[in-house]
Structures are given as C-alpha cells and as structure tokens.
Nanobody
Framework: QVQVVESGGGSVQAGESLTLACTVS????????LGWFRQAPGQEREAVSC????????YYDVSAKGRFTISRDNPKSTLYLRMDNLTPGDTGVYFC??????????????????WGQGTQVTVSS
C-alpha cells in the first residue's frame, strides 16, 4: 500500500521561509516523478513545482520561480519544497503527488497519481 505523508506546514509572516517534506512508502521512489500542488481557499488544486525521477528536470509555477526550490532524496524516499520570501498569496493546502508528467513548461497528473493528505501553509501580512 502506497502512503504519502506531508509535513512542515505552518503559519508564518510574509517574508519568512518554510520547508515542506513528503515521505513516500510502499513503492520504489527512484522511478517516479514527483510534485507539489497547492489548493488555495475557494480554488482548484494547481501545480506549484515538480521534479522528474532523474532530478534533471524541474517545473515551477510562475509564482514560485525564484522563491521555491524543489528537491528529492531518493534513498530517504523524501521530496522537499523549500519556500522562501513567502507571501499571503502562497497560502493554501500543499499536497505531495507521486506520478506526473513533467518538463520545464508544465506538470501534469498521470492517470492514477498518489496523493498525500496535505499540509496547511498560512502566510499573514
């Protein structure tokens, strides 16, 4: 059984940083593309950042470019998202996703992705 568990969310002030982590069990992570999606209040989930299994390709939403850094540690089966200079617009529930199609211009869910339960990030001004 595949389990996806996020951690690291919280409430911060604008300009501060957070690092999210996602631990995956039940599959061999090395062959899977991974990503972070965000669901803001009243909005649909959207891709924030994704990374391919070889760590050679990363995707960032325009709002995340220059402020967020995605990385992965395959031996630890963990995905990270370092978020710097946070703004109130970054507020939402952040979900870790396993199995995506990713290139530098887009990140798209596969037919049957695995989702975590989400971790809340709240940024106040």
């Amino acid at each position: 059984q595949v389990q996806v568990v996020e951690s690291g969310g919280g409430s911060v002030q604008a300009g501060e940083s957070l690092t999210l982590a996602c631990t995956v069990s039940g599959l061999t992570l090395e062959r899977h593309n991974l990503g972070w999606f965000r669901q803001a209040p009243g909005q649909e989930r959207e891709a924030v950042s994704c990374i391919n299994w070889r760590e050679t390709i990363t995707y960032y939403d325009v709002s995340a470019k220059g402020r967020f850094t995605i990385s992965r540690d395959n031996p630890k089966s963990t995905l990270y998202l370092r978020m710097d200079n946070l703004t109130p617009g970054d507020t939402g529930v952040y979900f870790c996703v396993v199995d995506l199609t990713v290139n530098q211009n887009f990140c798209q869910l596969s037919a049957r992705p695995f989702w975590g339960q989400g971790t809340q990030v709240t940024v106040s001004s």
